[in-house]
């Protein structure tokens, strides 16, 4: 719960500047150009959160926002911040693995509130330089990349591998929930004041900063948990043992009791843990360095995913950033309704998640439940950008279905995938991947969520029917560079029965009316 808080604010303080873009720029009327008295800079009237015009309409909105180019301004803002977050999440990778998570995600935190923040003092103060706001974003964007590495390391360090997909779909709904917070708290004070729209989302991504120092619990180890294992399995009760073994370890009763992070490790059940005699740990090397960013690269899957986030970021940070506007365009709302409406995006995104995650479970295909919803999220894009126009009923519809098919890719690699990644059998139990592989996926995706924001605004001038068929492409691109693994899926046999040197390096053994321990010695025995 606490992760799940600490990166929600993270998005409700990435959320307002999509928000606050229709009120930076205006519709103005006839003659109400910048060639007009009200595009001085240096009229009374216009600039200044004390001065306000009689008729907002005559308002082309906040200098340098307020020319015809403002498309292309916007989303150079919106490219400052993704670009800086794209080549920093490379970096904080590999910084954030050598460091303790609680200090760096506490500093990135606390940056992040104070330059979200700045952006929001820019109203206050009355300042109209391009620059100050494009070097806002870009020193936002650097900071920012310290939460995603910290907080799924933070989480893979509690829970097993079994039920990956579901557990982390549900918890990944943050991304949703702070995009939903960061709407309705930018949206109430946009029309009237819209440096509080930054400030407040700064203010609590500081305060969440705090909170994260004192509470924050990295790994089990980290309180000396006790064994508090019951005697008996629940699984033998009713003579059936599924359970799974690590390849190559061994157990045995001279090792004394299990190590504190194996025995708190909480199982995809929710219930208690396995019997120290049902585990096999692996063997401890505290002097394991952590692993390089070639050597991660070479984790079989994590080009593919990665090159796949890159076209799925691209069209979910599209949406982000330019979904109010779009909506404001389409269906004449304020800039409030529109961000309140395009919460909707975020609901849809939320069951998106979750969907993957539970699927990708079942099957135990992450790429094919990928790849299936992309297929499916390309026609729906279409359909949106042609229904969408004829009344808010049917925009409602579609930004639900288009939020579930758009982020449930997005979601389950961000989330499942980079944590099994991080885990593959190749890194032979070194733990200090996982930052670095989730890193390199999610800094590859970011590329493209710079990119997606860029394109929109040099593309949205032509017409947003070219933006939805961009949108298009890049499922297309996202969808092809998961085909081999997809084959490579299908080609294989449903869960089954595996052996020490399966794909995902677990032996799962499945025995009716065998008793635990003696399945267990039975396994010991054939490894020796």
């Known amino acids: 719960m606490l992760t799940f808080l600490l990166y929600a604010s993270f998005h409700l303080s990435r959320k307002p500047i999509s928000i606050v873009k229709g009120e930076l720029h205006k519709q103005c009327t006839a003659g109400d150009g910048p060639e007009s008295p009200f595009s001085d800079p240096s009229s009374s009237t216009r600039h200044g959160p004390t001065h306000w015009l009689l008729n907002n309409e005559t308002d082309c909105g906040w200098a340098p926002f307020d020319k015809n180019n403002y498309q292309q301004l916007l989303g150079a803002l919106d490219y400052a911040f993704l670009c800086a977050y794209a080549i920093g999440m490379y970096l904080s990778g590999i910084i954030g693995e050598r460091l303790p998570i609680r200090y760096y995600l506490t500093f990135g935190m606390l940056a992040s509130g104070a330059f979200t923040a700045l952006f929001g003092l820019g109203y206050f103060y009355n300042i109209h330089s391009l620059g100050f706001y494009v070097v806002t974003q870009i ?28 557990i982390m779909g549900i918890w990944n709904s943050h991304t949703s929930v702070g995009n939903i917070l960061g709407s309705l708290i930018a949206g109430y004070w946009v029309s009237t004041c819209w440096g509080l729209s930054f400030i407040v989302p700064g203010a609590i991504v500081a305060a969440m900063g705090i909170v994260c120092f004192l509470f924050l619990i990295e790994h089990p180890k980290d309180v000396k948990c006790s064994s508090t294992l019951p005697t008996h399995p629940r699984a033998s009760e009713n003579g059936i043992n599924r359970f799974r073994l690590q390849k190559q370890t061994t157990y045995s009763e001279k090792n004394g009791p299990l190590d504190p992070e194996l025995q708190c490790l909480l199982l995809s059940d929710g219930k208690n843990p396995l019997h120290p005699s049902h585990i096999v740990v692996l063997p401890a090397d505290g002097n394991m360095a952590a692993i390089s960013f070639t050597g991660a690269l070479r984790i079989p899957g994590v080009i593919e995913f990665s090159l796949c986030l890159l076209f799925a970021k691209l069209v979910s940070y599209t949406f982000l950033f330019w979904l109010p506007l779009y909506i404001t365009s389409v269906d ?141 492409f890049a499922d297309a691109c996202a969808l092809l560079f998961l085909v081999r693994l997809i084959h490579k899926e299908l080609s294989c046999p449903g869960p089954a029965r595996r052996d020490p040197g399966s794909a995902e390096g677990t032996l799962t053994m499945e025995s009716s009316g065998v008793p635990g321990p003696i399945l267990h010695t039975q396994f010991l025995e054939k490894m020796k």
């Not at 020193?139 to 310290?146: D, M, P």
């Open 139 to 166: 020193i936002n964007g650097l900071v920012q990349t310290t939460g995603w590495p910290s907080v799924v390391t933070c989480l893979s360090n509690w829970f097993g591998k079994g039920r990956r997909g579901l």
């Open 332 to 472: 004449h709302l304020d800039a409030k309704k529109a961000g309140e409406l395009s919460t909707l995006f975020d609901v849809g995104g939320i069951f998106g998640g979750i969907l993957a995650g539970v699927i990708s479970d079942r099957l135990e295909k992450r790429a094919s439940t990928c790849g299936l919803m992309l297929l499916l999220a390309a026609p729906t894009l279409y359909v949106f950008s042609s229904v969408s126009r004829m009344g808010l009923e049917a925009t409602i519809a579609m930004l639900l279905l288009s939020g579930a098919l758009v982020s449930g890719p997005y979601a389950l690699i961000t989330t499942a995938v980079s944590a099994d990644l991080g885990t593959h059998k190749s890194l032979k139990g070194n733990s200090h991947a996982l930052s670095t592989v989730t890193a390199i996926i999610d800094g590859t995706g970011s590329v493209g969520a710079a990119l997606g924001p860029l394109l929109a605004g040099l593309i949205s001038p032509s017409g947003w029917s070219n933006v939805f068929y961009m949108l298009m």
